[in-house]
């Protein structure tokens, strides 16, 4: 059975793309049937793991020009890793959204049901806002999961987005679940971390799971590598690192 699972928070710099992303390479690595869809008009996913523009897009697909099988590129390191891309080209993701979804609220969800019969695992990646696109996208998951980092703001945008979210399932009568927090680039040894995520843990709504600092992130997304298999001198992702992404594959499809 498929699911779909979208990151999401209205904040940026809190890592949705690299957890999107590199939770995607897990599922893939695990060997399920992977689809992320690129549903932020800035298209960074996209170009981590695609060297070359497509010849469609996202956007494409949404306004009728191709049929979703055109668009949808397989990774080159991982052949069950498959991404709908956006790259941007003349911001037509970002003009679409802004002039043609509101006639049409539901369009993501009607994709996502399309692709769900051909990957067990969807992964949709946002922008840090809340307008229609992003709204389409969440009511078009099955659960969303909300990256952030171990600091006061972050909490504060948290709080924000349970509000809206409430608001958004209410009004389009969504049944998407959300209840699971991510902390990225968290260190155990800054006090600061250790009270954030005491203080997210114990509001007892949320499961809370960390992933520690990692600079290979940031050297992988600049090679354009999965991070799980790149290495840097030989030396790839932290051991902590790894049974955190594991940790989280496994409790995000069970």
């Given amino acids: 059975?498929?699911?779909?699972?979208?990151?999401?928070?209205?904040?940026?710099?809190?890592?949705?793309?690299?957890?999107?992303g590199t939770l995607a390479c897990q599922s893939a690595l695990e060997g399920h049937k992977t689809l992320v869809i690129d549903c932020d008009p800035q298209g960074n996913l996209?170009?981590?793991?695609?060297?070359?523009?497509?010849?469609?897009?996202?956007?494409d697909v949404l306004q009728g020009r191709c049929y979703v099988g055109n668009a949808i590129v397989v990774a080159p390191e991982l052949e069950n890793l498959s991404i709908l891309p956006t790259f941007?080209?003349?911001?037509?993701?970002k003009n679409y959204s802004e002039t043609k979804l509101a006639e049409e609220p539901f369009i993501l969800q009607d994709l996502v049901k399309e692709v769900s019969?051909?990957?067990?695992?969807?992964?949709?990646?946002?922008?840090?806002?809340?307008?229609?696109?992003?709204?389409?996208?969440?009511?078009?998951?099955?659960e969303i999961v909300t990256p952030m980092t171990p600091e006061v703001f972050s909490?504060?945008?948290?709080?924000?987005?349970?509000?809206?979210?409430?608001?958004?399932?209410?009004?389009?009568?969504?049944?998407?679940?959300?209840n699971k927090i991510i902390i990225n680039s968290y260190d155990e040894r800054i006090r600061q971390h250790r009270d954030i995520f005491s203080a997210a843990e114990s509001s007892g709504r949320f499961l809370v799971y960390r992933i520690p600092v990692d600079p290979l992130?940031?050297?992988a997304q600049e090679a354009g590598r999965i991070p799980q298999l790149?290495?840097?001198?030989?030396?790839?992702m932290k051991n902590a690192t790894q049974q955190a992404?594991?940790?989280?594959?496994?409790?995000i499809w069970r």
């Fill in 1 to 20: 059975m498929s699911k779909t699972v979208a990151f999401h928070l209205q904040k940026g710099g809190v890592g949705k793309t690299t957890i999107s």
């Fill in 117 to 142: 019969e051909e990957y067990e695992h969807i992964i949709l990646d946002l922008s840090p806002g809340l307008g229609r696109l992003e709204r389409s996208a969440l009511i078009a998951s099955d």
């Fill in 245 to 251: 992404i594991m940790d989280l594959d496994s409790c």
């Fill in 88 to 93: 941007g080209i003349g911001g037509t993701l």
């Fill in 46 to 59: 996209s170009s981590w793991f695609l060297k070359d523009p497509p010849k469609y897009e996202l956007s």
């Fill in 155 to 178: 909490l504060d945008g948290l709080e924000i987005f349970i509000d809206e979210l409430a608001k958004l399932k209410k009004n389009m009568r969504a049944a998407v679940k959300h």
């Fill in 230 to 236: 790149y290495k840097v001198r030989g030396r790839g």
């Fill in 217 to 219: 992130f940031r050297k």
